[in-house]
């Protein structure tokens, strides 16, 4: 955690927070979709019930970024006649947050969050020479400049965004990125695996129907239409607690952990003897500084040890006395 004598200035483009969720819950450009009902139906029991199912908790952002010290401003920027954002109106002004709206100039069109919430961050920064830290809750590459000026005028940046709707610029340029899935107070979704592992077996059996005669395929034509379980794909995407155990390491964001976990590793030897063992938290940080957007929570593991456990194929962890140490294989 960072310095928590700091004080802190937080910007939310709420509307981009929102839609990206949104998207997260019920699946890509679901929003895009929706949105005109949304606007012409939102009493609609099943948009209620969409909207419902996608909340933001708005006091997981704030206490998250309240951990790094004193709430000197926080200000949330949307449209907030509409009716999406309206219900949230309320809880945000129990936690002092300034709302600032934005008419957009067209049904469709950019609201134009993203030059406003620069343009008011900047001229905070010279307003108000004691902030230490920025908190830019967004996911938009449009915010790389905000987050590098920031830095250059001796900020500690910190983003905040929902996981695969963030550019992967932005979170290279801050100090520290966490993903809005991982912050305590928000459930994590989780994503059947068992549709994948059908899809294989699917594939082995139509490979074995090839071979038989006529009388067999008749027999295996029924299955395909058994496997592919419409009630199951309704019910894609659940929110649950994280589960160390059930994290499929086969996945892109896994490997990606695992190769910067070895190239922090690496490093580390490099300034080291190469058989030295290395703090697992200086570790940590190093992953951090290369990629400011990993965590290890997002992976779907409580803390960075269980995290380094389910890599003991990259590395050794020694877990003697206080401090976790670590060092990578030599065969790697």
């Given at each position: 955690m960072a310095d928590t004598t700091g004080r802190v200035a937080v910007y939310l483009d709420f509307d981009n927070i929102v839609i990206s969720w949104y998207d997260r819950v019920h699946g890509r450009n679901s929003y895009g979709r929706d949105r005109q009902r949304i606007t012409d139906n939102p009493n609609d029991p099943e948009v209620v019930e969409r909207l419902k199912q996608a909340v933001i908790e708005v006091g997981a952002i704030i206490d998250f970024a309240s951990s790094f010290g004193t709430l000197v401003l926080t200000r949330a920027y949307a449209d907030w006649s509409s009716a999406v954002n309206a219900e949230y109106r309320s809880q945000l002004v129990a936690r002092a947050v300034d709302l600032v709206q934005l008419f957009p100039a067209a049904a469709y069109a950019k609201n134009g969050a993203d030059i406003r919430l620069a343009v008011d961050a900047v001229e905070d920064m010279f307003r108000l020479p004691d902030l230490t830290h920025v908190v830019i809750v967004a996911g938009d590459s449009d915010y790389v400049p905000l987050a590098q000026r920031c830095k250059r005028l001796g900020r500690y940046v910190i983003g905040v965004g929902v996981a695969g709707s963030t550019a992967k610029s932005l979170a290279a340029a801050c100090d520290e990125f966490e993903s809005y899935d991982s912050?305590?107070?928000?459930?994590?979704?989780?994503?059947?695996?068992?549709?994948?592992?059908?899809?294989?077996?699917?594939?082995?059996?139509?490979a074995k129907t090839a071979e038989p005669d006529a009388s067999d395929t008749k027999s295996t034509k029924a299955e395909p239409a058994q496997k592919p379980a419409p009630q199951r794909k309704s019910t894609k995407k659940t929110?649950?607690?994280?589960?160390?155990?059930?994290?499929?390491?086969?996945?892109?964001?896994?490997?990606?952990?695992?190769?910067?976990?070895?190239?922090?590793?690496?490093?580390?030897?490099?300034?080291?003897?190469?058989?030295?063992?290395?703090?697992?938290?200086?570790?940590?940080?190093?992953?951090?500084?290369?990629?400011?957007?990993?965590?290890?929570?997002?992976?779907?593991?409580?803390?960075?040890?269980?995290?380094?456990?389910?890599r003991d194929e990259i590395a050794e962890l020694s877990e003697q006395g206080h401090e976790r140490m670590i060092r990578l294989h030599e065969d790697d």
């Open positions: 912050l305590p107070g928000v459930d994590r979704l989780v994503v059947e695996k068992p549709a994948p592992k059908k899809r294989s077996t699917s594939k082995a059996a139509a929110v649950a607690p994280p589960v160390d155990d059930d994290a499929d390491l086969t996945s892109e964001e896994q490997i990606e952990a695992s190769a910067l976990l070895i190239r922090a590793l690496r490093l580390g030897h490099d300034k080291a003897d190469a058989d030295e063992w290395l703090y697992a938290s200086a570790v940590k940080t190093q992953m951090r500084r290369m990629d400011p957007s990993f965590s290890e929570k997002a992976l779907g593991y409580r803390s960075f040890n269980d995290f380094l456990r389910s």
